[in-house]
């Protein structure tokens, strides 16, 4: 764990050095939890939201997009629930003043019966080789055994404690499991309180009767309120679908983890429209086609699972996570949720307006339920820079760091480097960008030895590097090298677009999902 901690810190600086991400307002010592994408990580993050955009708009021919305001009238969150009930609950340690999410505290508990459970069966499988019989271990280790049940007991308590809202067995859990501190040490808990996470904010002037709005905890409610709008205008038939991507803002208790849990964040959300009762058919559907966009990616397959939630949403009926292996461990990246009829009903009664869909099919009126997908820019973000970085020793001895990132995704396609700085190479290297940087993303770089040059470009993940020598200007070939196996080969320039083209067009990444 220390290790992966390392790593984790490694990559933040990582991304700061090499103009991936930098904390906000730096010059003046940060403002918490909020971050700036630099001049890599904004192209990184674009490359990420085309993915997502065309997977959903591109390859789905009923699943539109729209662009909603941030800002929306203050009802329409009195409506959705989150006036009232968007809330996190809040514990205080009353010895290091550190403020923590109750549930959170919890959560980290029971990973740590897990990791203890995972301990003993990575040891015993190690100790018995090909006999081991891990059903069996499981059932019988007593330490096992042991470690399971005061989970299972942890798990029902807390899922229970959840349900109800009940502020108190959340503290009375953290106390009897002896949770402490990790700043502090200590297990002196103030009480536990909700916390509402909306920003708000005022509009129009004082003297008029400022409007008090919110900047929006979400982007679904936007496309909610103009469900309608599109059905119509587009003539949209159940089942459909429409897309959205935004900042959203929270008001986070605890925010300490880079970019997976800011106060100014983005989102990719997806609300798929169906006919009542086909909800959790639609779920499944929907379970299926995002893990698989996610898998599509070639970060390893065994980096992804899905957690069921224990705790439904006020608006839900079923709801999961796609979880990521991050460096501190299993981390949401997205969640699916069947948010069945709540949204569009509550706004249906709040506003006053009929927004019933007539299904010609059925020769009926009915509001139609819901399936979500929603993930955050930011965390995918991280998910695929902690995915991609790599320490690696050479045969050399010599290390390098290395980012490989989906060819697609990377923030320059090609590196175009001429091997001195003179005898016409820096010019051919130019013609070589001028004639390919309509379609991908290039770099020129002249500055340092070539070894130096492509352990930059390795820094930031991009996949090809052409080096331009004399013998280009012979016979115009030149050297391609490939970031991951550090193969060189010569080719033609003339080959050079479409070798690379195939290679990082977002048709080639979307045709794997
Ligand atoms: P968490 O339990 O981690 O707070 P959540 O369940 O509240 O997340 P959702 O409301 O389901 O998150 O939001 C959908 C997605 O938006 C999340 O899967 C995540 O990728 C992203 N997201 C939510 N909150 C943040 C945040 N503070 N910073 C960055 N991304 C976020």
């Known amino acids: 764990m220390a290790q992966q901690e390392d790593v984790f810190k490694k990559l933040v600086s990582h991304c700061k050095e090499y103009g991936f991400v930098f904390p906000s307002s730096e010059i003046y010592d940060g403002l918490a939890a909020v971050y700036d994408y630099g001049q890599m990580g904004v192209e990184l993050k674009n490359n990420l939201k085309k993915y997502w955009w065309d997977s959903m708009v591109l390859l ?42 109750a549930d959170v505290l919890i959560e980290d508990q029971l990973a740590k019966y897990d990791d203890k459970i995972n301990k003993e069966v990575e040891k015993a499988a190690k100790r018995f080789g090909e006999q081991f019989d891990e059903t069996q271990f499981r059932a019988t280790n ?31 859990i953290i106390l009897d499991e002896g949770i402490a501190c990790p700043i502090s040490g200590t297990r002196n808990w103030t009480d536990v309180r909700q ?51 935004g900042k959203a803002f929270r008001n986070e208790i605890v925010a300490r983890q880079f970019i997976f849990r800011m106060r100014e964040f983005e989102q990719m959300e997806m609300q798929f429209f169906v006919r009542p009762g086909s909800e959790l058919d639609w779920f499944a559907k929907w379970k299926e086609i995002r893990l698989k966009w996610h898998q599509a990616l070639g970060l390893g397959q065994e980096k992804y699972r899905y957690h069921d939630h224990d ?57 139609p339920y819901v399936i979500e997908t929603s993930i955050g820019v930011d965390r995918m973000f991280l998910s695929v820079l902690a995915g991609s970085y790599r320490e690696e020793t050479l045969d050399s001895g010599e290390t390098r760091v290395v980012l490989m990132l989906p060819p697609t995704l990377a923030p320059i396609k090609l590196a175009v480097l001429p091997l001195v700085k003179k ?91």
């Open 423 to 513: 005898d016409g190479l820096p010019e051919k290297a130019r013609a070589i960008l001028d004639d390919l940087k309509f379609e991908m993303k290039c770099q020129y770089d002249e500055k340092d030895s070539i070894g130096k040059r492509y352990r930059r470009q390795d820094a930031i993940g991009t996949p090809w590097c052409v080096t331009i020598d004399h013998q280009t200007l012979e016979d115009d070939t030149v050297t391609l090298r490939n970031r991951d196996t550090m193969e060189q080969e010569r080719v033609a320039i003339g080959a050079l677009r479409s070798f690379v083209q195939e290679r990082v067009s977002m048709t080639a990444l979307l045709k794997r999902i």
């Open 142 to 172: 007593p330490r096992v055994v042991e470690n399971q049940a005061k989970r299972d007991a942890l798990h029902t308590r807390f899922a229970q404690a959840l349900n109800d809202s009940n502020l108190d067995e959340l503290r009375q």
């Open 195 to 245: 916390f509402n996470l909306m920003f708000s904010t005022e509009m129009g002037s004082t003297s008029d009767g400022a409007l008090k709005v919110y900047l929006r905890p979400e982007t679904a409610q936007g496309i909610f309120v103009n469900y309608l709008n599109v059905q119509k205008t587009g003539r949209m038939k159940i089942p459909f679908g429409i897309a959205q991507i």
């Open 311 to 367: 705790k439904l949403a006020h608006y839900a009926n079923a709801a999961t996570d796609i979880e990521f292996l991050m460096p501190f461990g299993f981390k949401e990246v997205e969640g699916i949720h069947s948010r069945t009829d709540f949204d569009l009903s509550s706004h249906e009664q709040f506003s006053g307006k009929s927004i019933k869909y007539f299904d010609p099919e059925l020769g009926e009126s009915y509001t």
């Open 60 to 101: 789905h021919e009923n699943v539109v997009g729209i662009d909603s305001a941030i800002f929306m009238h203050p009802t329409i969150w009195k409506a959705s629930g989150h006036v009232d009930a968007f809330n996190d609950p809040l514990i205080d340690n009353k010895d290091s003043k550190k403020r923590y999410r």
